[in-house]
């Protein structure tokens, strides 16, 4: 399994932007999507968004609804995680995954299957 190579992040001041990016080799035969998760210092791990490959439809967690988009370039089999009005909250190690998604009304049910290495946003008050 080749997986998900992340790149981006860093230090950031609040209020700022940051985009992450994903380059994808390989998918599992039941995925469909690419989903973008955090992980905060208290360990809890949350969907912040993703983009099923075939039609580009897109989905966006409620924390960050408005703030955060995502969006493809299929010709460098990269997915990009745009992250804008960034909150000391946001502070996190951001992670890809290729996935099993469902989406409904702009929500999402990801199922995992490779991670990408992680990459750590930190939003500065």
């Known amino acids: 399994v080749v997986a998900p190579v992340q790149s981006g992040g860093g230090s950031v001041p609040a209020g700022g932007l940051v985009t992450l990016s994903c380059v994808v080799s390989?998918?599992?035969?039941?995925?469909?999507?690419v989903a973008w998760f955090r992980q905060t210092s208290t360990n809890s791990l949350e969907g912040v968004g993703g983009?099923?490959?075939?039609?580009?439809?897109?989905y966006t967690g409620d924390s960050v609804q408005g703030r955060f988009s995502v969006s493809q370039d299929n010709a460098k089999r990269t997915v990009y995680l745009h992250m804008n009005i960034l909150k000391p909250e946001d502070t996190a190690m951001y992670y890809c995954a290729t996935a099993a998604c469902q989406v409904r009304d702009g929500q999402a049910r990801a199922t995992p299957s490779y991670w990408g290495q992680g990459t750590q946003v930190t939003v500065a008050s």
């Open positions: 983009i099923l490959i075939e039609s580009g439809e897109t």
């Open positions: 390989e998918y599992a035969n039941s995925d469909n999507c």
